[in-house]
């Protein structure tokens, strides 16, 4: 997830921001992602946070902090994209159908 001192979209209100970043959240590769990329709710917008997820050193704590099917989260996280705390299915962020 980018730095920003908490895991919530910027539209969201959040808790008391910590002076710096989590060890994690520094070591991820999306950090210098902006916002409305990683926190995007439509496949193309994501697709940068998605491809910088699979080569992420940090994917598990990300996904284990952030808890997005317990917080209704949008955006990219785990090398995901979740809307409203549920997983979009992979085939629609390819744009296709499975056979």
């Given amino acids: 997830m980018p730095v920003t001192g908490s895991c919530s979209p910027p539209d969201q209100p959040r808790p008391s921001r910590p002076s710096r ?12 992602l902006p916002p409305r990329i990683v926190f995007s709710k439509k496949p193309k917008e ?13 994917r598990r704590a990300c996904e284990e902090t952030v808890a997005p099917a317990e917080n209704w989260f949008d955006g990219v996280c785990g090398g995901r994209l979740w809307r409203s705390g549920r997983p979009v299915p992979e085939t629609r962020l390819h744009g296709g159908t499975r056979a």
């Fill in 46 to 58: 994501a697709a940068p946070a998605l491809r910088a997820c699979a080569t992420c050193p940090v």
């Fill in 21 to 32: 970043p989590a060890g994690w959240q520094s070591a991820a590769a999306c950090a210098g």
